[in-house]
């Protein structure tokens, strides 16, 4: 270990590393974990000396609340490595303050900054070697809170965990992407926690993404819960239409995540002069859209899959497929972010983050 955390941290590093059973160049998302893990405890009011352990299985109470009433944020992030074995982050402080909102919407105690930020530094220096060289390999990075308090009475808890786990990731889907656009189930509702990241908005989605898959669909584009006639976002993607030259994305509101590669596309679009528009867009505007030949592209964009391009979407019983364009917005946003993740290209907004 080179870094020496500016707060004190309880390190117990691994009699060996299991880094020569991976076949990094096979590897399935989220899968395989790294040789340590951070944890930092929440007990009599207070956030604990955090500590970084070899990774290993909990144990945990059955009676801990998280079992029962889904007390649990998460939050995913990526760090990758230069040509020069340098390591990144890419706005790692909008992660910090995400985890934060989505915590105090679950009455979860917020996590001290310097302990997220020391005890990510410290990890990732721990386990540097896990992080491959070359575009489309990375870490990703997964930092959660969980309510670990043995009492079963439906109030917030008073003991949590967080954590951060890691694990060596490429591209995260492969393959095309078709979508179907909700038309009887919701994601989130007014007022609810949408757009927190809480574990308990995963489990809402699964079994309509499962009816949807039988469909051949591999996503669902979530609409407002009242009407299903607005575009909102997909499972663990910010959506955006190209419409003519012109992308159109979803307003943030409380039912949509406020995603970090969401909004650095938008500045992106802005520095190359894409016209972007955030606003509420129909599902029946943008099935005119590709009726009449105007809609050219669908892309969805988050930290695990990137920006990642829809050929089709499906809606009612239509079927729309996309053709494949010549110099897509999609390919172009995800050469410009990736440059910027990769510390290939210049950083005029200060996005990056060295470790
Ligand atoms: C529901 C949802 N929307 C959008 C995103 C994209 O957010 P980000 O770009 O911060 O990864 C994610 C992924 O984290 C997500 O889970």
């Not at 890419?90 to 917020?110: G, M, V, Y």
């Not at 992080?131 to 949590?160: D, H, Q, W």
């Not at 992407?177 to 994601?187: P, Q």
């Not at 859209?289 to 920006?307: C, D, Q």
């Amino acid at each position: 270990m080179i870094y020496e955390p500016k707060c004190k941290i309880d390190i117990e590093e691994a009699n060996s590393s299991r880094i020569n059973e991976v076949d990094f160049e096979n590897i399935e998302f989220g899968k395989i974990f790294t040789d340590h893990m951070f944890e930092c405890d929440f007990k009599n009011g207070t956030w604990q000396t955090p500590k970084i352990s070899p990774y290993k299985p909990l144990t945990i109470d059955p009676s801990a609340r998280v079992f029962h009433y889904g007390q649990a944020v998460f939050e995913g992030m990526k760090a990758y490595k230069d040509d020069n074995d340098a390591i990144w982050l890419f706005r790692p402080d909008e992660n910090f303050k995400r985890i934060n909102k989505s915590a105090a919407r679950l009455a979860i105690p917020e996590f001290p900054e310097d302990y997220f930020f020391e005890g990510m530094k410290t990890l990732l220096n721990m386990e540097k070697d896990w992080i491959k060289k070359g575009i489309g390999n990375s870490l990703y990075i997964r930092p959660f809170v969980i309510a670990t308090e043995p009492a079963i009475s439906a109030s917030p808890a008073e003991e949590y965990k967080f954590m951060i786990i890691c694990s060596p990731a490429k591209a995260y889907y492969s393959g095309d992407v078709r979508v179907l656009i909700a038309e009887k189930f919701s994601r989130a509702a007014d007022g609810g926690i949408g757009f927190a990241k809480a574990a308990g908005n995963y489990a809402a989605q699964f079994y309509p993404t499962n009816l949807a898959n039988k469909k051949g669909f591999q996503q669902i584009i979530w609409t407002d819960a009242n009407r299903h006639e607005y575009l909102e976002e997909a499972g663990t993607m910010n959506i955006f239409f190209r419409i003519d030259d012109k992308i159109i994305t979803a307003p943030n509101n409380d039912r949509i995540l406020d995603g970090v590669t969401r909004k650095s596309l938008i500045a992106l679009a802005d520095d190359h002069g894409i016209e972007c528009e955030v606003r509420h867009l129909k599902v029946s505007e943008l099935k005119e859209a590709a009726k009449n030949g105007s809609l050219k592209e669908i892309f969805g964009a988050g930290t695990a899959a990137v920006v990642s391009p829809v050929v089709a979407f499906g809606h009612d019983s239509e079927v729309f497929e996309l053709n494949k364009i010549e110099n897509s917005y999609a390919d172009f946003f995800k050469q410009k972010l990736m440059d910027i993740q990769y510390n290939i290209s210049e950083d005029k907004h200060h996005w990056r983050y060295k470790i």
